[in-house]
């Protein structure tokens, strides 16, 4: 199985400040069919179902603010939130896809300061 | 829209079965794998198993193989997790998810609370 390490395990910046949040696998995810990194962000939300951020490693899904961003290659990578809004107080997971089972980091949780 | 809608909250005792369905609209079912994710109170996403609606080929998670079935039935759009033999640490919500490689759809979530 593939081991999901994010770091930190929590979170505490200021309104308008920049969050990073970085998530190591423990082998590549990185996919010759596709040639893209299988590896994703999610938010959650208190009470809600995870929402799908960022896929690919880089790729903002549809509808999500271009202030969150995604970057990384080979078994680095990390998540980040260019100017923290109020609404984006959550617990964000990163998740492999490269294989079966799928695995995710154990969370972040991000608050304001 | 892609849907994905579960039945509603379950109590069992320990040693019971509970089954819970993931009812899907808005996409064709047989062309996607549906997965299944767990969450305990304030824990974090583990993966359980998942199913190839197609052809019902079927993965599990090493910690729940022997006590979880996934199955599906294309005739109604509808995946099913049946977890067997609960324990209080069981507790939990369950999700069901569209899997295009990662997750983008996800239903609302059934809570399972086992408790004697």
Redesign the interface.
Known sequence: DIMMTQSPDSLAVSLGARATIHCKSSQSVFHSSTTTHHLAWYQQKAGQPPKLLIYGASTRESGVPDRFSGSGSGTDFSLTISSLQAEDVSVYYCQQYYSLPRTFGQGTKVEIK | QVQLEQSGAEVRKPGASVKVSCKTSGYTFTDYHV?WVRQAPGQ????MG?INAKDGAT?Y??NFRGRVTITSDASVSTAYMELTSLRSDDTALY?CVR?T????D????TLVTVSS
């Open positions: 997965h974090g996403l583990d993966y998942c993965h998670a090493q999700y899997e490689w990662f997750y983008g996800w239903g609302q979530g």
